[in-house]
């Protein structure tokens, strides 16, 4: 079977930086066609940079970087220094890119890529908020029924919320844009911190990155030791989850997860409840499913899937 066509849409981020590592070695099972940046996690410039370093880290140089949307739709950009550091890498030294962005905005890639690839051949891998995804689907509507399918790490059902007490981040900072997205028809499948937070990168875990020994695994190991302070103290868990590469393990083994076909809705009114995912779990209304909300992952094989991948690099 011919490797799945995707473009990552990132805002790299420790966790980001993992997801694409995971796709960049995995070339048998993933074509990464592209890499569009959008503000997140840290404003553009820095999720840009971040994104052609972890390309270098990977040896991948010749995938096109393209930067995207530097603030939301319709808010004020919101970002996570106090997660991910001022860097939005903190952990490991890793060089200054010498790989160039290409000059192409973001959302016009995305937009060109669909209209140029054959209908249903293009899956859209969105690890951050969703403001490229949802222009391109605006600008240029026509692409929207050429989409495979969206798999995208966002939202929160039983774990609530990480940045408000009901809203999981990528969707909160701009929850217009998850709006469009959700409601735009395309097949979704949704990582939310539900499952995220079971892929918990304990000592062991981490301690089999380091052993690899190459550039890779030993800069995981040395992101994730930076990351998970921040987990450890606001949960008490053992480790840092690994949100972001949920995305790209379920196109490598989707027997990994498990979940349900559900009805979600993005709250974009209440301040309250800004950006919250109304999951329908126990389908208790009559509203139409439209996203395969997970609910669960085998961490030990989703760990096993990493570090053998990452041993590639």
Known sequence: MAPRKIIIDTDPGQDDAVAMLLALASPDEIDVVAITVVAGNVPLALTAKNALKVCE???MTSVPVHAGCDKPMGRPLVTAEHVHGETGLNGPDLPEPTMQL?????????????????PGTVTLCPLGPLTNIAEAFTRAPDIVARVQEIV????????????????E??????????????KSGVPLVVMPLDVTH???????RNDAFRALGNRAGVAVAEMTDFFERFDKEKYGSQGAPLHD???????????????????????TTSELTMGMTVADWWRV??????ALFMGDIDADGFFALLTERLARL
Do not use: W
């Not at 290409?102 to 054959?118: F, Q, Y």
């Not at 995305?247 to 979600?264: C, E, M, Q, W």
């Not at 209304?285 to 439209?290: C, G, K, L």
């Open 57 to 59: 880290l990977a040896g």
């Open 102 to 118: 290409d000059p192409k905005h973001g959302v016009d890639a995305i937009i060109d890529i669909l209209r140029a690839e054959a």
């Open 152 to 167: 995208l790490m966002g939202g929160a059902y039983f774990e609530v919320g990480n940045i408000t007490p009901t809203a």
């Open 169 to 182: 981040f990528n969707i909160y900072v701009d929850p217009q844009a998850a709006d469009i997205v959700f």
């Open 198 to 204: 079971k892929a918990l990168v304990t000592k062991p």
């Open 245 to 267: 590469p949920c995305v790209t393990a379920y196109l490598i083994k989707p027997d990994l997860f498990s979940g349900r076909h559900i009805n979600v809705e993005i709250e």
């Open 285 to 290: 209304t009559d509203r139409t499913p439209n």
